[in-house]
């Protein structure tokens, strides 16, 4: 069975700091990785995914994630951040032929001035 | 293009009364989710339907719970005989027909229960 742990339940840095959300999965077979966020009051929207191809994926806000195999990670993380990241940043994994999503527990982003 | 609505929005009711929610897809996605998500904890998987099929169910997914998707449009999901365990945000997403291997899931608001 898939599963995914996110390392961190939350994460506080000042704004303009980088910063780096961790996330590592199981699983027997190809995955899709993805990271959505939701900012307060609002629903869950896809920040990025991994389908195949480059290792590297990128948002158009600035966050980029890496997929590890070897490692079984796809961590996320942005150079410099901004109040407005304030977030709960999910990761989730899809088995290759599978359409259901498994989330990891969240991981909230709180940017201080 | 309006998102995935969801309603009621917020719903209270007693243990042991039976609830329904509804989830209004983006038009034309053929693929129907629901997720439940308790406080502190990621969205779980209960069920998803391609059109008015129901092609898969979790094991969450209790006797108490069935969803329906009867035109392949909207879905409603009902909670009988509700219990405190009930309580959470219940998720829905919808995604369009694959043309590639996967296709994004777009989630609704959600809608909260609390279960007294």
């Known amino acids: 069975a898939q599963s995914v742990t996110q390392l961190d339940s939350q994460v506080p840095v000042f704004e303009e700091a980088p910063v780096e959300l961790r996330c590592n999965y199981s699983s027997s077979v190809s995955v899709y990785l993805f990271w959505y966020v939701q900012y307060p009051n609002q629903g869950l929207q896809l920040l990025l995914k991994y389908l195949s191809g480059s290792t590297l994926v990128e948002s158009i806000n600035g966050f980029e994630a890496e997929f590890n195999k070897s490692q079984t990670s796809f961590h996320l993380r942005k150079p410099s951040v901004h109040i407005s990241d304030t977030a709960e940043y999910f990761c989730?994994?899809?088995?290759?032929?599978?359409?259901?999503?498994?989330f990891g527990q969240g991981t909230r982003l709180t940017i201080n001035p | 293009d309006t998102g995935v609505s969801q309603d009621p929005r917020h719903k209270i009711t007693k243990r042991g009364q039976n609830v329904t929610f509804r989830c209004d897809p983006i038009?034309?996605?053929?693929?129907l989710y629901w997720y439940r998500q308790t406080l502190g904890q990621g969205p779980e998987f209960l069920t998803y339907f391609q059109n008015e099929a129901q092609l898969e169910k979790s094991r969450l997914l209790s006797d108490r719970f069935s969803a329906e998707r009867p035109k392949g449009s909207f879905s409603t999901l009902e909670i009988q005989r509700t219990e405190q365990g009930d309580s959470a945000m219940y998720l829905c997403a919808s995604s369009r027909p694959p043309v590639s291997v996967i296709e994004t899931q777009y989630f609704g608001p959600g809608t909260r229960l609390l279960v007294l």
């Open positions: 038009s034309e996605h053929n693929r």
């Open positions: 989730a994994v899809s088995d290759q032929g599978a359409q259901k999503l498994v």
